[in-house]
């Protein structure tokens, strides 16, 4: 099946260590995102990347690094810079950029403390 | 992107048609509307999308008034799956998707 793998769905760190989310796609897109929500909130844009080897920072970057050294991975490294990392991740792609669609993940659940 | 403005909550009887409004009023000429929903603790899902023409599919009908000012997500019989978080958003195609806080459906018994 075709689709969109996080892993963990739920993940426990200690404040002031660095963390990575997985996250793979088999359908051959070439846009890639990561997304940001906090309870009873929209989904906030962290970083996305439109091909390999190439990224772009989206509206809250800061405490966040990425990578996209193969067109199916696009992990996300939480940085013991992120204030509050506690958060549901969403990560999601798309055909292309301009795609109308985009396809999300399950989503991880980080819970820092 | 333009702005939406969504009700935050809505709620509908299982079988009945669930109608999902949304204001858009600052919309230009080239922007869409897309239409998403967010299961609890899951990703959202694309539903439909809409320029200036009516557009149905299998999974809703987007109606989308003559100014484009507004338009309405119609899930024509709504059944508890369908309870979820509804995204109306506006962008340009080549822009990517901003999602707010969206409209929180209860679909009940």
């Known amino acids: 099946d075709g689709g969109i793998t996080q892993s963990p769905k739920y993940l426990f760190r200690k404040e002031g260590q660095n963390v990575t989310l997985s996250c793979e796609q088999n359908l051959n897109h070439d846009a890639m995102y990561w997304y940001r929500q906090d309870p009873g909130q929209g989904l906030r844009l962290i970083y996305y990347s439109q091909i390999v080897n190439d990224f772009q920072k989206g509206d809250i970057a800061e405490g966040y690094s990425v990578s996209r050294e193969k067109k199916e991975s696009f992990p996300l490294t939480v940085t013991s810079a992120q204030k509050n990392p506690t958060a549901f991740y969403l990560c999601?792609?798309?055909?292309?950029?301009?795609?109308?669609?985009?396809?999300f993940g399950p989503g991880t659940r980080l819970t820092v403390t | 992107d333009a702005k939406t403005t969504q009700p935050p909550s809505m709620d509908c009887a299982e079988g009945r048609a669930a109608n999902l409004p949304c204001n858009h009023s600052t919309i230009s000429g080239n922007e869409y509307v897309y239409w998403y929903r967010q299961i609890h603790s899951q990703g959202p899902q694309y539903i439909i999308h809409?320029?200036?023409n009516n557009e149905t599919n299998e999974m809703a009908s987007l109606i989308i008034t003559e100014d484009r000012k507004s338009s309405t997500l119609i899930l024509p019989h709504a059944t508890l799956r369908d309870t979820a978080v509804y995204y109306c958003i506006v962008r340009v195609a080549s822009y990517i998707p901003t999602f707010g806080r969206g409209t929180s459906l209860i679909v009940h018994p």
């Open positions: 809409g320029l200036k």
């Open positions: 999601a792609s798309s055909i292309a950029r301009d795609s109308y669609e985009q396809y």
